[in-house]
């Protein structure tokens, strides 16, 4: 373990794209839907991923609704498309995805292994700005719950990341201190800054190399952890 980390009892991941496959399980929830209808499943989720993140933005930072970037992340996908659909088979598809989507639990390489490492020397937690009802279904069936001591949620803390409430909140519900504390999360915004305003150490998960880190420390790999703590 390196020095910067010798403090630390207290690992806080994000769930979405730094554990749990996110764009992989979307593309499989939306290929079940769309099997018996007219859509290339590949250039739908082109389309979407890129849609679906901005929407994120906007319902992070407070712009839109939870109902709202259910909706509007799949009207201005299938306006992309020019694709003909009406407002009540929109609202059909997204909770028909947000129901199946927690029943594919595809995870990165190494997910499995580096929670074992880690829960053996670290008292491990989740904080999440997903949907409660989803979060809850993906750690379980994922077959992760195990794992974690806390599970935060944006809905139960009142605000979501970057928000520095939620930190509070995660933090108040695993008796930990900031010190001792380090955000884990693959949103430069949300998990990495959101953490360091509030005032504890963060890592940015970047799978692949995918962003440009700017001055974050960072990890492109899971695998990487093992490493470092």
């Known amino acids: 373990m390196n020095d910067k980390h010798t403090q630390i009892k207290h690992i806080f991941f994000d769930l979405d794209h730094t554990l749990w496959d996110f764009d992989k399980n979307s593309e499989l929830a939306f290929a079940q839907i769309f ?10 989720i082109e389309i979407y991923i890129p849609i679906n993140n901005a929407c994120w933005k906007l319902y992070e930072n407070n712009q839109i609704s ?6 509007m992340r799949l009207k201005q996908t299938f306006q992309q498309l020019n694709y003909q659909i009406t407002e009540v088979d929109i609202e059909k598809i997204a909770d028909e995805y947000i129901s199946i989507l927690p029943e594919f639990n595809h995870l990165f390489e190494h997910t ?11 008292t491990l937690h ?3 700005n997903g949907f409660i009802e989803v979060q809850h ?3 379980n069936n994922a077959k992760i719950a ?3 001591k806390t599970v935060t949620n944006s809905e139960m803390a009142g605000e979501k990341k970057p928000h520095q409430q939620i930190f509070q909140h995660a933090l108040s519900l695993a008796q930990a201190h900031k010190a ?12 990495v800054q959101g953490a360091l305003d509030f005032g504890i150490k963060a890592l940015f998960c970047n799978h692949n190399d995918k962003e440009k880190a700017h001055n974050y420390q960072q990890i492109t790999h899971l695998k990487e952890l093992e490493t470092m703590f």
Request: glycine share 2%; proline share 0%; charged share 25%.
């Open 180 to 191: 001792e504390s380090i955000m884990i999360g693959d949103s430069m915004h949300a998990d």
């Open 112 to 122: 499995l292994e580096i929670l074992t490492y880690l829960s053996q020397k670290y």
């Open 35 to 44: 099997q018996q209808q007219n859509i290339n499943i590949k250039t739908f």
């Open 126 to 128: 989740i904080i999440t």
């Open 146 to 148: 195990h794992f974690f």
């Open 137 to 139: 279904k993906k750690i």
């Open 66 to 71: 939870a109902e709202e970037l259910r909706l």
